[in-house]
């Protein structure tokens, strides 16, 4: 395993939400968009090749 080396960067920007519905529930998510990447030996701007370039998360989360 090659800890030690950089596999490359990038940043991520966009909206998210929280809503909780009932006593307990709650529902979450976020959309992120690459705004800023470097892969490694890479002149373009953005790394599409370690990193995705839309992120889409969602969670439905009960208190127990």
Do not use: C, H
């Not at 909206?15 to 968009?33: D, V």
């Not at 953005?46 to 998360?57: A, M, P, R, S, V």
Request: proline letters at 3%.
């Amino acid at each position: 395993m090659a800890l030690d080396t950089l596999a490359g960067r990038a940043l991520y920007v966009g909206p998210t939400f929280y809503l909780p519905f009932a006593k307990g529930m709650s529902l979450s998510g976020a959309w992120n968009l690459q705004a800023w990447g470097q892969g490694t030996g890479a002149a373009s701007t953005l790394d599409l090749t370690d990193f995705e370039i839309q992120l889409l998360k969602a969670r439905f989360a009960i208190d127990l």
